[in-house]
């Protein structure tokens, strides 16, 4: 009997929420942000339009595998990170990088979002799934693109004209 698979952040909640949702569910974490921007040059491109260029380390990579492994005997894929913009963007990240491995099929994806790990909490947002928030998604682009372009190359400058800074991001 295929389930649906509960994507969230964190390990600690990925325990306390499958207690709440039972046996009709899987969940699964992510560990954080599963893909970044390499530190070389080129991983944003703004001559093409501010391309991206995404790079999965070897420990998401192992996370990203099982998700993907247990995504092809799921019902359909709830994708519940955490409902501010770096969670909207780990949601992103999860499912395009599934898209890229082909597991989805024709498997229904939803994103839910709740603001405490409460029973109530959880099996009310479980009620009201949407789609990923692509506005939430690109300011996390945007952030992503001016701290690559602006901020890392600032941050060494700053550093030294400012002791006790921290960043230009």
């Given amino acids: ?44 491109d703004p001559d093409d339009d501010f391309a991206m260029k995404w790079e999965v380390d070897f420990k998401a990579s192992k996370r990203l595998a099982e998700i993907a492994a247990a995504v092809k005997d799921a019902d359909g894929v709830i994708l519940a990170t955490d409902p501010d913009r770096e969670g909207e963007a780990i949601s992103w990240h999860v499912l395009e990088i599934l898209k890229s491995k082909k597991v989805l099929k024709d498997k229904r994806v939803q994103r839910v979002v709740f603001n405490a790990i409460t029973k109530s909490a959880i099996l009310e947002a479980m009620k009201a799934p949407r789609e990923i928030d692509t506005d939430l998604v690109d300011a996390y682009l945007a952030r992503r693109a001016l701290d690559y372009l602006v901020g890392f190359k600032l941050s060494p400058v700053l550093w030294r004209k400012l002791p006790g800074a921290k960043s230009a991001g």
Avoid: C, W
């Fill in 1 to 44: 009997m295929s389930r649906p698979l509960v994507i969230v952040e964190s390990p600690a909640k990925a325990k306390t929420i499958n207690k709440y949702l039972g046996s009709g569910y899987e969940v699964y974490a992510s560990f954080g942000h599963v893909r970044d921007l390499p530190s070389q040059d080129g991983a944003v």
